[in-house]
C-alpha cells in the first residue's frame, strides 16, 4: 500500500540533487545537442545534392557490418541520415548518463552514509528515489526537446525532429527505470553499475544480432535499441512504439518502488555472500591488491577495444570507397589527414575522435586512488607495512601501463583487421599501431592531472573530468574554426604528429611527456604531505 509519508521530502531531495549537479547537468545537455546537432550540420555540407545522398545511403545499405552497427538508413534525406548516424550512439550515451545519474544520487548515497543522515530528517524512505527518477527523467526529456530545437533550427522537420529527439530521450527514461530496480538487488554501487551497463551491452548486442531484414529481424524487437530504431524518424515516424517504451518505464518504476520498500536501508535485496575469513597469499602485497582493484576495468575496456578495432578495420577500406566516390567527403578528409591516402586520414579522424576516450580509462584509473580513500579502505591498508608511495604507485602502474595496454590492443587489432583486408599486413600494422601509440603521451597528461588534483587538492579531484571536457570542446572547435595557436595548443592532442599523415615525432611530444611526469610527480609529493581524506 502507498504510504504518502514515504515520499515526503522528495521536492527538498530533488533540489538538493540539482545543486549538486548544478554543473554537469548542462554539460550533458550541450554535449548531447553539439553532437547530434553537429553531425547534422555536417551531412548538410557533405552532401547538398540529392544524388550524392542516394550514392551514400546506397553504400551504406551494402555494408553489412554498418548497418549491423548503426542499423540501416531509412531515408536518404539530411533529416534520415542524422537519425542513421545518431540514433544508436545517441541513445547509448544518454543510457550511460542515466545509470551514471541515478546510481550516484541513490546507492552511492547509501554507501557513504548521507542518505541515512538525511532520512533521520522529514524525509520518506522513497523521497531519495523519487528525486533521482524526477532529475534523470526531466533531464532525458529535456535533451530530447534540446536536440529537437537544434534540428529544427537547421531546417528539418519539426514533426520528425521531435519523434528523434523523444526516441533518445525515452531510452534514457527507460534505462533510468532499470537503474532504479538495480540499485535495489544489490548492496555495492558497482554492482549496480555493472548490472545495468551490463544490460546495455547486452541489449546492444541483441540489435547487431537482429541487423538483418529477413531471418534474424525478429531479434531487434528484444532490443530497446532496436525500439528506437524500428520508431523510424524522418521516415514515417512510427509512434506507437513509444507505447511500448512508456510500458516498460512505468512497469520497472513501480517495481523498482517495490523493492525499495522490502529491503532495509544500506541492504541490497540480493545479500551478498560473505568473503572469506582470510586474504588470499596473493594479496600479500599493494601490487597484488591494486590488480584485484583494477583488473576487471582494465580487461572490460581491453575487450571493448579489441571489438572496435576489429570493427573500424574491417570497415575501413569501405570507407575508403565511400570518400572516393564523394568529393566533399575527400576534401574534408585530406583537411583532416594532410597529404595521406582516403583510408589513412580516415584513420587519423578515428584516432582524433578516439583519443579523449583514452584518457576516460586514464582518469578512472588514476581515480581509484581517490575512491578507496573516500570509503576509508586507504586508513586500513596504509596501517599494515604499505607506505603511501608504495600504495600509489601500485594504483598508478595500472593507469599508466594500463592505459598503454588497451591503446596497443586496439593498434593491434586495428591492423590486423585492415592489413588482412587489403592484403598488405606486414605494412600497414606496424603504421597503424605507431600512429595509436603516438596518442600515448596527450593521454598520460590527464593521469597527471588526476594524479596532482589527488595529491594536492584531493576534494576537487572532479576537474579531472572538467579539464577533459575543457580539452574535447578545444578540440572540437578547432576542427570547425581557426581558434588562437595558444588556445589550440592547451590540448595536449594538438602536439600529437599525424604520423599516417606524414607527420615526424618532435620536441613537442616529448615535452607533453615531460609534462605528464612531472605531474605525477608533483601528486605523489602532496599525497606524502597531506592527510589521508584531505
Known amino acids: 500500500m502507498v504510504n504518502k509519508d514515504d515520499f515526503a521530502g522528495t521536492s527538498a531531495m530533488t533540489q538538493l540533487i540539482l545543486r549538486r549537479d548544478l554543473r554537469i547537468l548542462p554539460i550533458f545537455v550541450i554535449f548531447m545537442v553539439i553532437i547530434v ?3 547534422a550540420a555536417s551531412f548538410l555540407d557533405l552532401y547538398p545534392d540529392e544524388a550524392i545522398r542516394q550514392a551514400f545511403f546506397l553504400q551504406m545499405q551494402n555494408n553489412p557490418t554498418i548497418v549491423a552497427f548503426l542499423g540501416a538508413v531509412l531515408d536518404p534525406s539530411i533529416g534520415g541520415l542524422t537519425a542513421w548516424r545518431t540514433g544508436i550512439p545517441g541513445t547509448i550515451v544518454l543510457g550511460l548518463i542515466s545509470i551514471f545519474l541515478m546510481i550516484r544520487h541513490t546507492r552511492s548515497e547509501e554507501r557513504k552514509g548521507r542518505l541515512e543522515l538525511l532520512n533521520s ?14 532529475v534523470t527523467y526531466g533531464l532525458s526529456i529535456l535533451i530530447s526537446f534540446a536536440i529537437a530545437a537544434g534540428l529544427i533550427g537547421l531546417g528539418l522537420s519539426i514533426e520528425s525532429s521531435l519523434v528523434l529527439g523523444l ?5 534514457g527514461c527507460l534505462i533510468a527505470a532499470i537503474s532504479g530496480v538495480a540499485v535495489q538487488l544489490t548492496e555495492s554501487s558497482g554492482d549496480a553499475r555493472y548490472i545495468t551497463v551490463g544490460i546495455l551491452v547486452g541489449f546492444f548486442v541483441l540489435r547487431i544480432l537482429g541487423w538483418d531484414n529477413g531471418n534474424t529481424a525478429w531479434v531487434s524487437w528484444l532490443s530497446p535499441i532496436g525500439w528506437v530504431h524500428h520508431i523510424r524518424p524522418f521516415a514515417g515516424n512510427e509512434l506507437w512504439v513509444f507505447g511500448i ?26 545479500n551478498q555472500r560473505p568473503g572469506p575469513a582470510h586474504g588470499s597469499l596473493r594479496l600479500k602485497n599493494s601490487l597484488a591488491l591494486a590488480w584485484m582493484l583494477h583488473s576487471g ?10 571489438l572496435l578495432g576489429a570493427m573500424f578495420g574491417y570497415t575501413t577500406q569501405t570507407v575508403t570507397d565511400m570518400i572516393n566516390a564523394n568529393p566533399q567527403f575527400m576534401s574534408l578528409m585530406s583537411q583532416l589527414g594532410g597529404n595521406a591516402g582516403p583510408g589513412d586520414s580516415y584513420f587519423t579522424f578515428v584516432l582524433a ?3 579523449e576516450i583514452f584518457a576516460v580509462y586514464a582518469i578512472l584509473a588514476t581515480l581509484k586512488l581517490r575512491s578507496q580513500e573516500s570509503k576509508k579502505y586507504s586508513e586500513f591498508i596504509l596501517t599494515s607495512s604499505v607506505s603511501r608511495n608504495d600504495w600509489a604507485v601500485s594504483n598508478l602502474i595500472f593507469a599508466v601501463l594500463g592505459s598503454a595496454l588497451i591503446m596497443i590492443i586496439f593498434g593491434m587489432v586495428f591492423g590486423l583487421s585492415y592489413g588482412l583486408n587489403t592484403g598488405n599486413l606486414s605494412t600497414d ?6 600512429a595509436v601509440m603516438a596518442y600515448l603521451p596527450a593521454v598520460w597528461i590527464f593521469c ?14 572532479s576537474l579531472s573530468w572538467a579539464t577533459l571536457g575543457l580539452i574535447v570542446t578545444i578540440d572540437l572547435l578547432s576542427g570547425f574554426y581557426d581558434l588562437n595557436p595558444w588556445i589550440k595548443n592547451l590540448s595536449p592532442y594538438t602536439n600529437v604528429p599525424k604520423l599516417l599523415a606524414g607527420d615526424t615525432l618532435g620536441w613537442s611530444l616529448f615535452l607533453v611527456l615531460v609534462v605528464a611526469s612531472l605531474l605525477i610527480l608533483i601528486g605523489m609529493v602532496g599525497y606524502k604531505r597531506r592527510d589521508i581524506n584531505g
Not at 121 to 134: D, E, K, Y
Not at 254 to 270: E, F, M, N
Not at 429 to 434: E, F, K, N, T, V
Request: overall charge positive.
Open 37 to 39: 546537432v553537429g553531425i
Open 121 to 134: 530528517t522529514r524525509v520518506g524512505r522513497q523521497a531519495a528515489l523519487s528525486a533521482a527518477f524526477i
Open 167 to 171: 526516441s533518445m530521450g525515452v531510452f
Open 245 to 270: 517504451f512508456l510500458i516498460f518505464i512505468t512497469g520497472l518504476t513501480v517495481t523498482a518502488y517495490w523493492l525499495s520498500s522490502k529491503r532495509d536501508l544500506g541492504a541490497g535485496i540480493i
Open 297 to 306: 576495468m582494465l580487461l572490460f575496456w581491453i575487450v571493448i577495444f579489441a
Open 353 to 355: 575522435s578516439l583519443g
Open 429 to 434: 600494422l606496424p603504421r597503424i599501431l605507431a
Open 448 to 461: 597527471g592531472i588526476s594524479m596532482a588534483l589527488f595529491g594536492w587538492l584531493p576534494r576537487f579531484t
